[in-house]
């Protein structure tokens, strides 16, 4: 916990690591996995990340990869733990923005007129990232690229399923 309020996170997910190793009965172990969660999840913030909130989705985001599979190990091993729920938080704010991610690449792909993979990758927030806020998005950039394709079909779907899930989109015009 020192090392993690120091910022020196690396040193701090190493600690918990080790704890985790050597002591996997210690009635303290969702400590350790959340501590260590936490030091992943704040590891390349830097001091205006921590003052205000900005979006990442455009950044490398493997460190939260590595606090999503920690506190998703917790949620499993300790589901009434008293940090499952900050957990289980912040996992859904991770989720939220590995989606965002991946649709920053799709609208990237769609600008540089490359259809085929913006598709894919829109397809691909819709597939696994279901109700997260980057969804509609996705269908839209669907519905775009599969039009640009000449796929009309695809095209025709994706835009139903839009409107059917958002009739109010402005995505839709």
Do not use: C
């Given at each position: 916990?020192?090392?993690?309020?120091?910022?020196d996170?690396?040193?701090a997910i190493?600690?918990?690591?080790?704890?985790?190793?050597?002591y996997?009965?210690?009635?303290h172990?969702?400590?350790?996995?959340?501590l260590?969660?936490?030091?992943?999840?704040?590891?390349?913030?830097g001091?205006?990340?921590r003052i205000?909130r900005?979006?990442?989705?455009n950044?490398?985001?493997?460190s939260?990869?590595?606090?999503?599979?920690?506190?998703e190990e917790l949620?499993?091993?300790?589901?009434?733990?008293?940090?499952?729920?900050?957990?289980?938080?912040?996992?859904?704010?991770?989720?939220?923005q590995?989606a965002?991610?991946?649709?920053?690449v799709?609208?990237y792909?769609?600008?540089?007129?490359a259809?085929?993979?913006?598709?894919?990758?829109a397809?691909?927030?819709?597939?696994h990232?279901q109700e997260?806020?980057a969804v509609?998005?996705?269908?839209?950039i669907?519905?775009?690229?599969?039009?640009e394709?000449?796929?009309?079909d695809?095209?025709?779907?994706?835009?139903?399923?839009?409107?059917?899930?958002?009739?109010?989109?402005?995505?839709l015009n």
């Amino acid at each position: 916990y020192t090392q993690y309020r120091a910022l020196d996170h690396a040193a701090a997910i190493a600690a918990a690591t080790r704890f985790i190793r050597n002591y996997p009965a210690s009635e303290h172990l969702d400590y350790a996995l959340f501590l260590r969660g936490l030091a992943h999840y704040n590891m390349d913030r830097g001091l205006f990340e921590r003052i205000r909130r900005t979006d990442r989705s455009n950044r490398d985001l493997s460190s939260w990869h590595a606090a999503f599979q920690d506190f998703e190990e917790l949620g499993r091993l300790f589901p009434d733990s008293e940090y499952a729920p900050d957990a289980r938080s912040r996992m859904l704010h991770i989720r939220n923005q590995l989606a965002e991610q991946e649709l920053h690449v799709a609208r990237y792909y769609a600008r540089r007129r490359a259809f085929i993979a913006s598709a894919n990758r829109a397809q691909y927030v819709v597939r696994h990232f279901q109700e997260t806020p980057a969804v509609p998005e996705a269908l839209a950039i669907m519905n775009r690229s599969y039009k640009e394709l000449g796929q009309k079909d695809l095209a025709e779907r994706s835009r139903q399923a839009l409107v059917f899930n958002w009739p109010d989109s402005e995505l839709l015009n």
